[in-house]
């Protein structure tokens, strides 16, 4: 059994940094396109890539150090003052406090596991560090090699198996363009909204707006659930600092930004890579979280939309050279 799980963390610890590879290559290779077509080697190409990658992440990485986990303390310190809060005023209206014990003592004790997924959870060995570390160093050779040759890979798998280079390049393209639709269209969903609630959390005086700014953008990458873990917090945190009538209003923005405005700027800003059902979302994301973990919620519902999509277009491509269009 040990042997058992140290081979699965030694697999997905390699996997995940490779999986974060592939999607990074695909959503910086318009940057390298461009390069190339200016005259830029592919070789050179992909370094500056990597580069700019680095910086990137470096400056990411900045924003989240300084205005969220810098903070912590403090952020600690403000939910426990608005949960404590929250449950003075439901005591002051005779109601019954004790279910809200239960659900803290529930997000206190399953919290931690919401990252880590049955995947995550068994990289958390010595096998799956190990894995992982080399996993991270063999990511950035693959992306590499994905921002430098990622165009010629349709028509080398196509050689490689009995698939038609059609449909093939059909299949990597709906995979591009719903990966790059999405992360593009859901950042720029985060930012129209954000201000929204923002704003009025400046005007009342909630403290810790950067980290609710941060927690809010990087959490919308998590359909529907994201979005609302931050809501909840930033209520509390207005609660826990201006009483009811701040959480209220802090509430019913996010409910604003999160509601009808959000369904505009992102059905304008998605476009079409992510048209299916809002509750093959919810599946998908659920689903992906289960297996893994937050990378699993990030990706459920893209990588469901480019499967819908590839189908659909291997089916094209068969109706038109006059082949059966099942997929079998």
Same mark, same amino acid.
């Given at each position: ?116 997924? *049955? +995947?995550?959870?068994?990289? $958390?060995?010595?096998?799956? =560090?190990? %894995?992982?570390?080399? /996993?991270? #160093? ?75 700014? *941060? +927690?809010?953008?990087?959490? $919308?990458?998590?359909?529907? =659930?994201? %979005?609302?873990?931050? /809501?909840? #917090? ?95």
């Amino acid at each position: 059994m040990l042997m058992v799980a140290g081979a699965i963390g030694a697999v997905s610890g390699i996997l995940v940094p490779l999986v974060i590879a592939v999607i990074i290559g695909i959503v910086m290779e318009p940057l390298s396109e461009i390069l190339q077509r200016r005259g830029v080697p592919a070789t050179l190409a992909a370094v500056l890539c990597l580069v700019v990658l680095l910086s990137v992440a470096a400056g990411t990485i900045a924003i989240v150090v300084l205005g969220f986990l810098d903070q912590w303390p403090e952020i600690l310190r403000q939910i426990n003052v608005g949960w404590s809060a929250l449950i003075d005023w439901l005591n002051s209206h005779d109601s019954d406090t004790a279910w809200l014990e239960h659900v803290r003592t529930a997000v206190e004790q399953y919290a931690p596991e919401v990252g880590q997924g *049955v +995947l995550g959870a068994v990289t $958390s060995t010595v096998y799956g =560090l190990f %894995a992982l570390a080399m /996993g991270l #160093f063999f990511s950035a050779f693959f992306l590499f090699f994905v921002l430098r040759d990622g165009a010629e890979f349709p028509e080398w798998f196509a050689r490689t198996t009995t698939f038609p280079v059609d449909e093939v390049s059909a299949v990597v393209d709906q995979c591009r363009g719903s990966l790059r639709g999405y992360f593009r269209g859901t950042a720029i969903t985060a930012l129209v909204t954000a201000p929204i609630f923002v704003i009025p959390m400046l005007i009342l005086g909630v403290p810790l707006v950067i980290p609710v700014f *941060v +927690l809010y953008f990087f959490l $919308s990458f998590i359909p529907f =659930l994201g %979005a609302w873990i931050t /809501g909840v #917090f930033a209520v509390l945190i207005a609660f826990g600092s201006g009483g009811s009538t701040a959480a209220i209003i802090i509430g019913v923005t996010f409910m604003i930004s999160n509601g009808t405005i959000q369904s505009a700027v992102s059905s304008w800003a998605l476009g079409s890579s992510l048209k299916i059902h809002p509750v093959v979302v919810l599946l998908s994301t659920m689903v992906g979280g289960a297996v893994g973990g937050l990378l699993g919620m990030v990706l459920g519902a893209p990588v469901t939309a480019a499967v819908a999509k590839s189908i659909v277009a291997i089916r094209q491509s068969r109706a038109a050279r006059g082949q059966n269009p099942a997929l079998e």
